[in-house]
């Protein structure tokens, strides 16, 4: 592939441990290492699709959970001592990252200015962008949702794309500037209708890395009113 793409909106590797527990609903306390290691790998495969820098910490931690499976897969020798829970420490890291991303969402809940306290003249344009009448609430997402909904995308397709000569030059920055150009007259839309007729693999990948980008940017948010829902995307920035 023609592009490498470096991206500083993941947190780091257990912001994603964290997300696939809360979005399977695990105790903290008993995970099911054989579950999250299979969906956490999952996870960082899309990533190398995307060419996306993964941070060696990413890795660790990928070979921290088969090294934990592979130590529970193991049957119980006897006349041993009975070894601790080798997921208790993984636990335990958990808990503090938990507890200090909570801490940091109370402190972003403030009122900022420019964002929750404004200057004379200035208005907020975010919530007027939201798309009305909804049956269901929407819900802002972050950015492993984005990537599990790219990953369904790309599935999909259903086909291996045949090896041909593509005339047509595109670049991350030109699809981003589409991308705006559109949103500045719709305000709002979906990840499809940005897509339109180009379902080709390549125009995925650019429009995928592109919103990544305006979200790290904050000119644009994501949201969506269900798990398997359609991602909607909202300019929260003037033309």
Known sequence: MSYEIKLDIFEGPLDLLLYLIRKN????????????TEQYLGYLDVMRSLNLDLAGEYLVLAATLIH??????????EGEEEEADPRAELARQVIEYKAVKEAALSLESLPQLGRDV????????????????????????????LVAAFRRVIVGLGRVEELAIDTEKMSLTDRINEIMERLSQE???TFTELLGERQD????????????ELIKLRMIRAYQAGSFDQIRLVLTVEE
């Open 25 to 36: 609903e695990i105790d903290i306390h008993n995970i099911p290492i054989a579950l999250i």
């Open 68 to 77: 934990i499976k592979s130590r529970m897969l193991l049957p119980p020798v």
């Open 187 to 189: 305000r709002q839309l």
């Open 118 to 145: 404004f200057a004379l003249g200035a208005k907020p344009d975010e919530e007027a962008n939201l798309p009305e009448g909804d049956e269901e609430p929407l819900v802002e997402i972050g950015v492993f949702e």
């Open 201 to 212: 693999r390549k125009s995925i990948v650019y429009t995928f890395l592109a919103i990544l």
